[in-house]
């Protein structure tokens, strides 16, 4: 069966400072992995996908994650955080190798201070 | 465009009440996935229609959850005989067909039950 881990609940990072939030998967098979965000009062919008194509992924608000099949790992990574980047981020694998079924982390809050 | 669309926003009911939950996905979006965000949790698949018809709904967590959507577009999630513990944040999220597709979720709804 197909999981992630998300290493860390909560992450706090100063403004213009770089982002690290961790994610780990299990899969059976050669997973398709995803990063979300989730802004207060609003849906969740895909930030990247990884999909078997080259393993650094780069996505939208200069967020960028590298899959790492040794480590089973999929980290997302901004070199410098603003304050917009505040909000709840999900790992996400998906069940069926495809879109179907996304099976989602436990979700990260990241925090940026002025 | 108009995204996906939930409505209500937040609903509140007693224990042991039915309820329904609408869903309005973008027009020409094949694919409908239902999935339920308990307090500080990622979002759990409850159901995906391709369709009219439900593909996978192996997420339902028993009989009281039930969900149609009978010409292809708007779907609604019922819920019979409410729980305390079916109080939760309620995702719809549509795509352009399933498989390899992103999914566009709407704003959610939320569901307390008293």
Request: aromatic share 10%; net charge neutral; glycine share 10%.
């Amino acid at each position: 069966a197909q999981s992630v881990t998300q290493l860390d609940s909560h992450v706090s990072v100063s403004e213009g400072t770089p982002v690290l939030l961790r994610c780990n998967y299990s899969s059976s098979y050669s997973p398709s992995l995803f990063w979300y965000v989730q802004h207060p009062n609003k849906g969740l919008q895909l930030l990247l996908k990884y999909t078997s194509a080259a393993t650094l992924v780069k996505g939208i608000n200069g967020f960028e994650a590298e899959f790492k099949k040794s480590e089973t790992s999929f980290h997302l990574t901004k070199p410098s955080a603003h304050m917009s980047d505040a909000a709840e981020y999900f790992c996400v694998v998906s069940a069926t190798g495809g879109y179907n079924k996304l099976i989602f982390g436990a979700g990260t809050r990241l925090a940026v201070h002025p | 465009g108009a995204g996906v669309s939930q409505t209500p926003s937040n609903k509140v009911t007693e224990k042991g009440k039915y309820v329904e939950l609408r869903c309005d996905p973008i027009s020409g979006h094949t694919a409908l996935y239902w999935y339920r965000q308990s307090l500080g949790q990622g979002p759990e698949f409850l159901i995906y229609f391709q369709g009219t018809g439900a593909a996978d709904d192996s997420g339902l967590p028993n009989d009281r959850f039930f969900a149609v959507r009978p010409e292809g577009s708007v779907s609604t999630l019922k819920i019979q005989r409410t729980e305390r513990g079916d109080s939760a944040v309620y995702l719809c999220a549509s795509s352009l067909t399933g498989g390899e597709n992103e999914q566009f979720f709407g704003p959610g709804t939320r569901l307390t039950v008293l």
